[in-house]
T-cell receptor, first 114, second 110 residues
Framework: DSGVTQTPKHLITATGQRVTLRCSPRSGDLSVYWYQQSLDQGLQFLIQYYNGEERAKGNILERFSAQQFPDLHSELNLSSLELGDSALYFC?????????????FGQGTRLTVV | SQQGEEDPQALSIQEGENATMNCSYKTSINNLQWYRQNSGRGLVHLILIRSNEREKHSGRLRVTLDTSKKSSSLLITASRAADTASYFCATGNAGNMLTFGGGTRLMVKP
């Protein structure tokens, strides 16, 4: 168990809908990262938050947004969903050290858009 | 686009044999990490090697890094059926954002 909790584990929704994925980082970790894993694109970095502030942005679509709350949990909002958004969405967290370090991944949310 | 490319994409070996996976990347890095993923589940960190290191060991794992060739290799010695998984290299840079390769699917036959 990595200590990172993601909910829900599975989500099935229709095209055009909006969903929210939730992530609770490990205790003490200030950084939260979101990744998308799909068959055609592989593992792609979406966005990073550090202590409530957006720190880095990757290949995140405009239809997607995220935030990190004062209690450090994070939510990834996906709207106007398309079939191609079906993927595994991972959240990861890392310790608040100055040195570059490993990331701890949650078990992911499997999103299926039908 | 992905920073790293892994080779081979798939590898099948017998239990007890060694498995070697290679990773190449494109830009300068702070560190390179290897992760393991069991079918459709979360990624588990295996080992991190910093850009000023050339080799690192952890149990049955040995990682090398050649920054002049922008490449790394992961060696799993005396493989077990339980090592069956996908293995990803990831390069870390500013902000600790990870850029992943396409992964190597390893199957270890008992």
């Amino acid at each position: 168990d990595s200590g990172v909790t993601q909910t829900p584990k599975h989500l099935i929704t229709a095209t055009g809908q909006r969903v929210t994925l939730r992530c609770s980082p490990r205790s003490g970790d200030l950084s939260v990262y979101w990744y998308q894993q799909s068959l055609d694109q592989g593992l792609q970095f979406l966005i990073q938050y550090y202590n409530g502030e957006e720190r880095a942005k990757g290949n995140i679509l405009e239809r997607f947004s995220a935030q990190q709350f004062p209690d450090l949990h994070s939510e990834l909002n996906l709207s106007s969903l398309e079939l191609g958004d079906s993927a595994l969405y991972f959240c990861a967290s890392s310790p608040p050290t100055g040195a570059r370090t490993e990331a701890f991944f949650g078990q992911g949310t499997r999103l299926t858009v039908v | 686009s992905q920073q790293g490319e892994e080779d081979p994409q798939a590898l099948s070996i017998q239990e007890g044999e060694n498995a070697t996976m290679n990773c190449s990347y494109k830009t300068s890095i702070n560190n390179l990490q290897w992760y393991r993923q069991n079918s459709g589940r979360g990624l588990v960190h295996l080992i991190l090697i910093r850009s000023n290191e050339r080799e690192k060991h952890s149990g049955r794992l040995r990682v090398t890094l050649d920054t002049s060739k922008k490449s790394s290799s992961l060696l799993i010695t005396a493989s077990r059926a339980a090592d069956t998984a996908s293995y990803f290299c990831a390069t870390g840079n500013a902000g600790n954002m990870l850029t992943f390769g396409g992964g190597t699917r390893l199957m270890v036959k008992p």
